[in-house]
């Protein structure tokens, strides 16, 4: 219970991934925010939790910093806040949208800079605070139909190396997380309209499987927590080895 009474803010905590993280910290007696902008599925999730709701576009640097200060006056203080919201444009470059890349860019990597800004002075002033930002095996190397998503996470690393460098001295640390693949909603929605299959996302992974949820929150727990008091800047990928290999076909089909 090393989350005892700590106060844990996740963005985009109404489903998927957010949703799971925001029980476990729950389980763990964190005083968990879920930072969702739809108010009916944010709020229905703080309810089942017990936990409190606030809505917020992360896109809105005045609205993201209005949240912050609701979580302060409510809570006191923030001690973890979870980059966790996301959104994902699929479509080769010229066929995407301007409107696409700017929410895209706007969710993932502008939202988390403005929570930085707001929650990360929060932080300083407390001298005390950890930031974890769910980036993506994306940011680290390209997929073509993905050039909005693979730019802002790629982005989203980066600042999570900028922050750490600048936060470091100050007692506030900053990481991130390099998800592969888990069963999450938007995967589902990909394998239902036949963007890809499961087979293919196999074929991807050394280990030759999906992420189980527990496996991607231990790490998200261990990044925030007292265990990991030295690192910082750390970009860890739970992703049973698939940018170590980065090939997509199984492997005995290399030769």
Known sequence: MQFHEKVVVITGAGRGIGYALAEAFTEEGARVVIAEINPETGAAAAQKLSAHFTQVDVSSAPAVKQAVNEVVKTHGRIDVWINNAGIAHKGMAVDLEPEDWDADIGVMLSGA???????????????????????????????????PYCSAKAGLIMLTKV????????????????????????????????????????????????????????????????????????????????????????FEEAF
């Open 113 to 147: 800079f403005y929570c930085a800004r707001y929650a990360g002075e929060v932080m300083l002033r407390q001298g005390s605070g950890s930031m974890v930002n769910i980036a993506s095996v994306n940011g680290l190397f390209a997929q073509k139909a993905r050039a």
């Open 163 to 250: 922050l750490a460098s600048e936060w470091g001295a100050q007692g506030v640390r900053v990481n991130a997380v390099a998800p592969g693949i888990f069963m999450t909603e938007l995967v589902q929605q990909g394998i239902d309209q036949g963007i890809v299959k499961k087979e293919t996302y196999f074929s991807r992974i050394p280990m030759g499987r999906m992420g189980e949820m527990n496996e991607l929150i231990e790490a998200v727990k261990f990044l925030a927590g007292d265990e990991a008091s030295f690192v910082t800047g750390e970009v860890l990928r739970v992703d049973g080895g698939w940018t170590a290999y980065h090939l997509f076909y199984p």
